[in-house]
């Protein structure tokens, strides 16, 4: 399979019509057509049918045009970053979960392009299940990530700062008003907790018992879109404070009381072979004490 019939068959999926992806691609709608039949033979499937709207992607068609994605996101940055030796440009690629400690990235990434104002930054937004994952497949070059997380395949620095857990209310919630919350406060409330993997366990010890013994009504992979749901009293959220600003909203964060912290680390594979751009950027991170 050719990475250029990838990216016509990409387009198509994008464009929903062979007809607007031929003119997008400056093709003739019968060439474009013999390439994707051609790529559905040499595949030995269908990759979409047409309908009165345009087309629409079987299930083979939906799955290659997920990988198709990475696979080209992965050339473009692999060949953006074969640079002459000593020439500091090309893409870092950063992920990260919502935490204010990006911040700290945002700081090394100034230093950094103040330095090399040709390299180019590319940023994920995901928990850390999201973030591992496109780390291991090569299409983040560092990730930013909340304990607690299963470090022992990665080369990590952790970061002088740490993040602090507590709930997201409505300002109307009878827990508004309060300093901190403590776990039997909580009892009994509509939950929205992160659908991160690992957090279970690290909020259960907390809260003394197991979630199931709690209202858990649902989960979030990132918080704004819960805290929506937060605005409008259909539940409160366990988050980690300084994600979104409460200041004049009608959201208001409490504090857990024992206090709840959780450590942020940036990681990256072990033995992985970077570029000019991101060596760069690695030495400025291990400069951090």
Known sequence: ???????????????????????????????????????????????????????VLTEEGLYLANKGKEILSLVHSTTSNLLPDGQISGEIAIGGGETKAFEFVAVLLQELRIQYPKITIRLYSGNADDVLEKVDKGLLDFGLVIDPVEKQKYEYKRLPLSDHWGILVNHTHPLAKKQTVAPNEIAGTPLLISNQSSVDNQLADWLGSNLEHFNVVGTYNLLYNASLLVKHNIASALCIDGVLSTENSDLAFIPFSPPLTASVSIIWKKDQFFSNAAKAFLQLLKKVD
């Open 1 to 55: 399979m050719e990475l250029r019939v990838l990216n016509y068959f990409l387009t198509v999926a994008k464009e929903k019509t062979i007809s607007k992806a031929a003119e997008v691609l400056h093709l003739s709608q019968p060439t474009l057509s013999k390439q994707l039949k051609d790529l559905e033979d040499e595949l030995g499937v269908t990759l979409f049918k047409r309908g009165n709207r345009g087309i």
